[in-house]
């Protein structure tokens, strides 16, 4: 069985109801919005949703819609393996905590989980900044 991977749980305030971060979270369309890692569009083929990133082409799959705030999603890289990324949205008097699990990938060096870190770090300042205008 494989060894737990180190993670940081990233998270960020927002000034919106849990279900209006939810549902802007939850609909794919709106991640080019505030998800800069998934690259500049996303569309959906055959049931399918796909990312244009700098790693080209990549499926995306989404949680099913729910009442819990589980905005999980998982990437599929170009390998066939599978990047999870766990999320979830939950109330805090009228905002909302969403809250991001980073996940250290085997092998990636120090400064590259710093790296991914501050990159989460914008991108959710980034979601903050558009849902709270």
Not at 13 to 23: K, S
Not at 37 to 49: E, M, P, R, S, Y
Not at 52 to 59: C, R
Not at 90 to 97: I, M, P, Q
Request: charged fraction near 25%.
């Amino acid at each position: 069985m494989p060894k737990p991977l180190p993670t940081r749980l990233l998270h960020v305030t927002i000034e919106r109801a849990v279900q209006d971060v939810y549902r802007f979270v939850a609909n794919p369309e709106n991640m080019p919005k505030w998800a800069s890692g998934l690259g500049k569009g996303i569309h959906q083929v055959d049931g399918k949703w796909f990312a244009d990133t700098p790693e080209g082409k990549l499926e995306v799959r989404f949680a099913p819609a729910n009442d819990f705030g589980v905005l999980d999603h998982e990437v599929i890289l170009a390998s066939g393996a599978g990047v999870v990324i766990p999320m979830r949205a939950v109330a805090n008097g009228d905002g909302c905590e969403l809250t991001f699990t980073l996940f250290r990938q085997p092998g990636m060096s120090d400064d590259k989980f710093n790296e991914d870190t501050a990159w989460v770090t914008r991108d959710l300042e980034a979601l903050k900044a558009l849902l709270e205008a």
